[in-house]
């Protein structure tokens, strides 16, 4: 069994940062780990996934350069540094596991099996 658990979000104004975090308890190692996002009546959106490694990282286009995806592996937890805030960016945020042992990156959501509760993240302009 898998539990994750984001946190980090909150209130800011277009224009500025917050970083979120997905700690991870479970099996994590050798697996992916994504960070998707859903705004009210949207469909769940691919944000930025990253490997194991950390080697390798897969970003959306409309997060390409203000988002930086990253993992701690001895602390099991995953991060998104969001720079660069824009309204749009409104949404529950949510962070995933890819649901085969040493795959590739993917940004389809099917290809996640285990999901946190996810944390509001709020863009004002």
């Known amino acids: 069994q898998v539990q994750l658990v984001e946190s980090g979000g909150g209130l800011v104004q277009a224009g500025g940062s917050l970083r979120l975090s997905c700690a991870a308890s479970g099996r994590t190692f050798n697996y992916v780990m994504g960070w998707f996002r859903q705004a009210p009546g949207k469909e769940r959106e691919f944000v930025a996934a990253?490997?194991?490694?950390?080697?390798?990282?897969h970003y959306a286009d409309s997060v390409k350069g203000r988002f930086t995806i990253s993992r701690d592996n001895a602390k099991n937890t995953v991060y998104l540094q969001m720079n660069s805030l824009e309204p749009e960016d409104t949404a529950v945020y949510l962070c995933?596991?890819?649901?085969?042992?040493?795959?590739?990156?993917?940004?389809?959501?099917?290809?996640?099996?285990?999901w946190g509760q996810g944390t509001q993240v709020t863009v004002s302009s």
């Open positions: 995933a596991r890819g649901a085969v042992y040493g795959a590739g990156l993917s940004s389809a959501p099917a290809s996640y099996d285990y």
């Open positions: 990253i490997t194991w490694s950390g080697s390798t990282t």
